[in-house]
Protein backbone atom coordinates (compact mmCIF):
# COMPACT_ATOMS: atom_id res chain seq x y z
CA UNK A 1 0.00 0.00 0.00
CA UNK A 2 1.52 3.54 -0.79
CA UNK A 3 0.21 6.72 0.88
CA UNK A 4 0.53 9.46 -0.84
CA UNK A 5 2.08 12.01 2.21
CA UNK A 6 3.51 15.40 2.07
CA UNK A 7 7.09 15.24 4.16
CA UNK A 8 5.52 17.22 6.43
CA UNK A 9 2.58 14.85 7.15
CA UNK A 10 4.82 11.69 7.37
CA UNK A 11 7.25 13.43 10.25
CA UNK A 12 4.22 14.23 11.66
CA UNK A 13 3.09 11.03 11.93
CA UNK A 14 6.79 10.07 13.17
CA UNK A 15 6.77 12.33 15.54
CA UNK A 16 3.38 11.78 17.38
CA UNK A 17 4.98 7.76 16.92
CA UNK A 18 7.33 8.57 18.68
CA UNK A 19 6.09 9.79 22.25
CA UNK A 20 3.78 6.82 22.35
CA UNK A 21 4.88 4.54 25.31
CA UNK A 22 7.08 2.08 24.49
CA UNK A 23 4.15 -0.64 25.41
CA UNK A 24 1.82 0.70 22.84
CA UNK A 25 4.04 -1.19 20.36
CA UNK A 26 4.70 1.64 18.07
CA UNK A 27 7.89 1.75 17.71
CA UNK A 28 8.30 -0.79 15.21
CA UNK A 29 6.04 0.64 13.33
CA UNK A 30 8.16 4.01 13.53
CA UNK A 31 10.87 2.35 12.37
CA UNK A 32 9.08 0.62 9.51
CA UNK A 33 7.98 4.07 8.28
CA UNK A 34 10.82 5.68 8.49
CA UNK A 35 13.11 2.93 6.53
CA UNK A 36 10.68 3.45 4.06
CA UNK A 37 10.54 7.20 3.68
CA UNK A 38 14.03 6.84 3.64
CA UNK A 39 13.97 4.39 0.33
CA UNK A 40 11.36 6.50 -1.34
CA UNK A 41 13.60 9.43 -0.81
CA UNK A 42 17.04 7.93 -2.36
CA UNK A 43 14.99 6.63 -4.77
CA UNK A 44 13.77 10.19 -6.17
CA UNK A 45 17.64 11.44 -5.38
CA UNK A 46 18.33 8.69 -8.12
CA UNK A 47 16.26 9.09 -10.23
CA UNK A 48 16.44 13.35 -10.54
CA UNK A 49 20.07 12.48 -11.24
Known amino acids: MKLDLTPEE ?3 ILQV ?3 LP ?3 GAW ?3 VK ?3 QVK ?3 EQ ?3 DND
Open 10 to 12: VQA
Open 17 to 19: LGQ
Open 22 to 24: TSS
Open 28 to 30: PLL
Open 33 to 35: IDA
Open 39 to 41: AQT
Open 44 to 46: KET
